[in-house]
Nanobody, 119 residues
């Protein structure tokens, strides 16, 4: 079945940048809309960025101006560019993609990739 494979997480210092990738594989899947969520220990999952098939974007207030969500249709991949990272950005980041499978519309989640921002 279709899977979303996330990569790019890691440990960085405050002020540094990181780019997360979310690649679809394993079956026929055409991404229509994409979202990035994050969940920090002891906190609820929150939406940080969204991208529709029409190109509109939405960002959480806490990341607006620092994070950018984008999509490469040829590679069937979604990205999250994270600049000027802060300690409060520390969380596990999850990609969610909505799109067309072989015969139905699907919602697929990535496995999550941890991001730690610390001195």
């Amino acid at each position: 079945q279709v899977q979303l494979v996330e990569s790019g997480g890691g440990l960085v210092q405050p002020g540094e940048s990181l780019r997360l990738s979310c690649a679809a594989s394993g079956g026929i899947f055409s991404i229509n809309a994409a979202h990035w969520y994050r969940q920090a220990p002891g906190k609820e999952r929150e939406l940080v960025a969204a991208l529709t098939s029409g190109g509109s974007t939405n960002y959480a207030d806490s990341v607006r101006g620092r994070f950018t969500i984008s999509r490469d249709n040829a590679r069937n991949t979604v990205y999250l560019q994270m600049n000027s990272l802060k300690p409060e950005d520390t969380a596990v980041y999850y990609c969610r993609a909505d799109g067309w499978g072989s015969y139905r519309y699907l919602e697929v989640w990535g496995q999550g990739t941890p991001v730690t921002v610390s001195t």
